[in-house]
């Protein structure tokens, strides 16, 4: 008896000792991200992916016979997700969640979603390697269209509008078009939505998208928050009038106010403490010709921070502002606020310590820090605790087809990935 209770805990010490010194396969990995790269690509070695698109449609195709050969159930749910679930001992445990999406905007790159995909991919071949069993069901999720809306991780979350279904992307199509090229069916959408307590947790690999890390030198981001983001259409209403005849100091230029207005929006968004972002990023002036004062103009404007009362005082200043610009330029001024909204996604803090507590295992240097740009993570976050592990970008640079992080730092993030899922298995 006494020796089967030493053997009984020698194996149960080598299948710890394993699992810690577990790692992914770095070019393994960076072969996946560039076999998934291969969907879409140009004649410019570029590779074009919107979702909706036949290339997404194949790589969506490709990533769920990947996940089937790893021996999962693969179905691809009434949003359009793939969604892969992988048996663990108790089938009475909710599961725990990880992955990303593939599809990219236009003219994008090789990483982002993609790399969490692809980790979600290696983490599953590691174990099944080390024929290692987690006591939770593990499942995977791709999310369709996260970047024409987070479409997939809406609808998981219950947020899923019937107006976004009439949206059209890049591709032309809608997302209620959309969803059913990709085997959804939009008449059955409502039964995608999961309850909270679902899921035990959702973990996401990202790349960061920006420069901090790699300027910083360090290797793991640790979410703590998704921002969020508010957009309005501010339109200025001047009078067109001919640009020859008409003096400098009678004209209501709705240009000349809207100039003014884009400069306000960079001085009051710098003016407050913090991180918060200000941008207008689009501008559209009629009647548009040479010789004919602009009568009318319609810019953006989006405000993003972890704080929703941050955004309303920003926003409060810069509408106060506004009306004083169009007052003195004798145009009128009107906000409208747009359905393209998201609220702030507070990342759970335990599982920030499990990957900060993992990362230092690993030998891997942290740093705590908020996501600028939206994420699946977000909208998941309603229903279960979640959290997100972030590698460098190299320069900063994202959302181009410079966007590149090293093999190195995907491994990096993907062995973190592994090892926080294991980790939450045993705690939760």
């Not at 089967?4 to 396969?25: D, E, H, M, P, Y």
């Not at 941050?310 to 409060?316: A, E, F, N």
């Not at 803090?349 to 507590?357: A, C, D, S, Y």
Request: net charge neutral.
């Amino acid at each position: 008896m006494v020796i089967r209770l030493i053997s009984i805990f020698l194996c149960f010490g080598c299948a710890t000792l394993l699992a810690q010194q577990t790692k992914v396969n770095q070019n393994r990995l960076e072969r996946r991200i560039f076999e998934l790269a291969k969907f879409g690509l140009q004649e410019n070695g570029e590779t074009e992916r919107v979702a909706f698109s036949d290339a997404d449609i194949a790589a969506q195709q490709w990533v769920a016979q990947n996940l089937r050969d790893l021996g999962l159930d693969v179905h691809i749910d009434f949003a359009g997700n793939i969604v892969g679930r992988r048996k663990g001992k108790d089938s009475t445990k909710k599961p725990i969640s990880f992955g990303s999406h593939i599809d990219r905007v236009p003219h994008g790159g090789n990483y982002d979603g993609c790399l969490g995909s692809m980790a979600a991919l290696e983490v599953l071949t590691v174990l099944n390697e080390n024929k290692i069993t987690t006591q939770h069901p593990l499942e995977i999720i791709i999310f369709s269209n996260e970047e024409g809306g987070v479409m997939g991780s809406r609808a998981i979350a219950g947020h899923l509008k019937k107006s976004a279904l009439g949206v059209v992307n890049s591709t032309g199509y809608t997302m209620g078009e959309g969803i059913m090229r990709l085997g959804g069916d939009t008449t059955r959408i409502a039964e995608v939505a999961r309850n909270k307590g679902d899921i035990a947790a959702f973990v996401e690999l990202h790349i960061e998208q920006g420069g901090i890390l790699e300027k910083e030198h360090k290797d793991i981001g640790i979410v703590e928050g998704i921002v969020g983001l508010k957009w309005w259409d501010v339109e200025f209403t001047g009078f067109p009038n001919h640009a020859g005849t008409t003096p400098m100091n009678s004209r209501q230029d709705a240009l000349l106010a809207a100039a003014k207005f884009i400069v306000a929006v960079n001085e009051i968004t710098n003016s407050f403490e913090g991180a918060q972002v200000g941008t207008v990023g689009r501008i559209t002036a009629q009647p548009g010709a040479p010789n004919v004062i602009p009568g009318k103009v319609v810019t953006s404007l989006e405000i993003r921070d972890l704080s929703s009362e941050v955004i309303k005082k920003v926003y409060q200043a810069i509408e106060a502002k506004g009306k004083e610009i169009a007052k003195a330029s004798k145009v009128e001024i009107a906000f409208k606020p747009l359905d393209t909204t998201a609220d702030p996604a507070i990342m759970d803090t335990e599982i920030q310590n499990l990957i900060k507590t993992t990362a230092e295992k690993l030998g891997l240097s942290t740093k705590k820090m908020p996501s600028g740009a939206g994420h699946d993570a977000q909208d998941m976050a309603l229903i279960a605790p979640s959290a997100m592990i972030f590698v460098p970008s190299k320069g900063g640079i994202s959302h181009s087809p410079l966007e590149f992080t090293s093999a190195a730092d995907m491994a990096n993030g993907a062995t973190v990935l592994l090892h926080t899922i294991l980790a939450l298995d045993k705690k939760l």
